[in-house]
């Protein structure tokens, strides 16, 4: 059938937004109707169903002991620990419902959300290893409080990772080694305080610099050595003046942080982020990918859009999917589904191998089901009854036929027919611990009057031994002691500690303790990264039309990629 592109106006914020000629194609492959709400309402809606950041103690549902969860204790469901979650005597089908006719289905599975018990943290556990105190990770060893991450080896405090080593304070951190609070950059070794930098060796304080080595405070180059502040020095002047910007002081990083930041700004930025591995690519931080449209973080991606947060390569014809990647094909409205999984529509939670799956929450390596919630290893299921191919195909035809007339109502009034993902107050996380709180970040009033929860449980706090403005300045004044010590952050006085492979691994970068606790060096972290929003405007050079995530009233100097590109001939 031939598409025309066409306005619609978002049930959800009666903005007006275009679907595309494209996107008709797709949902026609797919056998599903054009979504009503618009892209960034369907974004909000699914980040709002997970929480990857904000961890709680509890106590397991099932054996009793303290866990780490990403649900607190206000949650009214079950939580079970890693451990009692994926042992083998339980799969779900204890939970079976009948489907029944009368009732909206998606009714029939909020209370399947409900009676199910929930794994306290989003961890491929089997293949982790010594990694207690982590969240959305697979195999990944030795590492402590880091999230979304695969394949990393003794990092400490970071998110958004690939394959990342003796490394901490990071975002965004793909193949490398021996970073500290740097924020996107690959294949990288000893890059510190840096962002958006790749191949670079011994690098500080520089922003989107390439192949560079022996590098502070630079921008925009390429292929440079002994660089400070973008001028050239030998080698040795470098090393004398290495000596006098004492990078082992707290002190001094600070001052050079500032002194930094103010340099970059006085330097083009290109209008978003990418390099020449990608093809025909809108969005941000879209990497080694091709005929993909408004993405938000994309490594490897292929014939997507409205996709965010793929941090594991490959994914394929994908729309509307958060993350995170690693063989995902054919995923529509999904948040962290993928590892060899394909055909999950308006899902989470569904890895690894899953495939054919709808509405369905929480199903490890699930085939060909529906409408289940915390299912492992079961193929044809529907609210987590076993049925035959036959009588499966033949109740999930009618219950689909069902959902397009008989929609579920929301305590907004708000009506999910077939083709929307789970209503927001589906969600078991309040809105404001929720990953939709760190990209949107909403009052508790719209938060309530949208159907979000909302929650004010803190973690309590402890009593601190010293404050962070008595801690010693460079790390060769820090001795083994500073481990028992409750240290009270510069920012928001709440207690952290350090733990022993950090200081290790600070030693060993020759990098003093941070004087901010992980909560606080993590929001600013992510202060760091452009928010996830387009703005059409001009290139400031040539004028051409460009689509970017700096808005007019931000201070960077935007280029369009090739004004941009001119800056290095
Ligand atoms: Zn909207
Ligand atoms: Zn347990
Ligand atoms: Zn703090
Ligand atoms: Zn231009």
């Known amino acids: 059938m031939e598409h025309k592109l066409e306005n619609r106006t978002c049930q959800n914020c009666k903005v007006d937004f275009t679907i595309e000629p494209d996107d008709f194609l797709f949902y026609e492959k797919i056998k599903v109707p054009a979504p009503t709400w618009c892209p ?95 969240n959305s990770t697979g195999q990944c060893r030795d590492c402590f409080m880091i999230f979304w991450a695969d394949f990393c080896d003794n990092v400490y405090y970071s998110t958004l990772l690939n394959t990342l080593k003796f490394s901490s304070d990071c975002i965004r951190g793909y193949f490398s080694e021996l970073c500290y609070e740097s924020v996107g950059f690959s294949r990288c070794y000893r890059t510190f305080f840096s962002e958006e930098c790749d191949d670079c060796i011994d690098v500080w304080f520089s922003r989107d610099c390439y192949n560079c080595t022996n590098c502070i405070g630079c921008v925009n180059l390429r292929g440079e050595s002994n660089c400070i502040f973008n001028i050239k020095y030998t080698k040795e002047e470098y090393l004398e003046k290495l000596k006098e910007l004492n990078l082992d002081s707290w002190k001094s990083l600070n001052e050079l942080k500032i002194k930094s930041k103010e340099f970059w700004i006085t330097k083009p930025i290109r209008d978003f982020h990418t390099h020449s591995l990608s093809v025909n690519v809108s969005g941000d931080y879209v990497y080694e990918s091709k005929n993909s449209k408004e993405m938000y973080i994309s490594n490897g991606a292929e014939d997507c859009k409205y996709c965010q947060l793929i941090t594991v390569k490959p994914v394929e014809d994908c729309f509307d999917y958060s993350g995170w990647g690693d063989n995902a094909s054919q995923i529509y409205e999904g948040i962290t589904v993928g590892n060899n999984s394909s055909s999950v529509y308006f899902s989470f939670e569904c890895w690894p191998d899953s495939m054919n799956l709808q509405y369905c929450y929480w199903n490890i390596s699930g085939k060909n089901n529906l409408g289940c919630v915390n299912l492992k290893r079961k193929q044809h299921c529907i609210l987590n009854k076993e049925y035959s191919k ?61 159907g ?58 020759n990098l003093p303790i941070p004087h901010e606790c992980p909560k606080c060096r993590e929001n600013k972290r992510f202060e760091r990264m452009d928010p996830i929003k387009l703005h059409k405007r001009n290139c400031m050079k040539c004028g051409v039309g460009i689509s970017t995530p700096y808005s007019k009233d931000r201070p960077e100097i935007v280029y369009c990629a090739k004004c941009y590109q001119q800056e290095f001939n």
């Open 40 to 134: 960034e309402c369907r974004m909000i809606r699914r980040f709002s169903h997970q929480n990857t950041w904000n961890l709680f103690w509890r106590n397991c549902d099932k054996c009793g002991k303290k866990t780490l969860s990403m649900y607190s204790s206000y949650e009214k469901i079950k939580v079970y620990c890693q451990p009692c979650w994926w042992k083998d005597d339980w799969d779900g089908t204890e939970y079976a419902m009948d489907y029944d006719s009368s009732r909206p289905f998606l009714e029939q599975v909020k209370e399947i959300i409900h009676k199910t018990p929930y794994v306290s943290l989003n961890n491929l556990y089997l293949m982790n290893k010594n990694c207690d105190y982590v």
């Open 390 to 450: 036959e009588e499966f195909e033949k109740l999930k035809t009618e219950i689909i036929e069902d959902m397009k007339v008989n929609p579920y109502i929301d305590k907004t009034g708000k009506k999910f027919y077939y083709g929307e993902f789970f209503p927001p107050e589906f969600s078991l996380f309040p809105y404001n611990k929720s990953n939709a709180m760190r990209f949107f970040p909403k009052t508790k009033e719209e938060a309530i009057s949208l």
């Open 452 to 509: 979000y929860e909302w929650s004010d449980v803190l973690n309590p706090n402890h009593t601190t031994t010293i404050k962070a403005s008595d801690l010693p300045d460079s790390i060769l004044e820090t001795n083994d002691s500073i481990l028992n010590e409750i240290i009270g952050c510069r920012d928001c006085g709440r207690a952290y500690k350090i733990v022993e492979g950090e200081l290790n691994l600070l030693r060993k970068m």
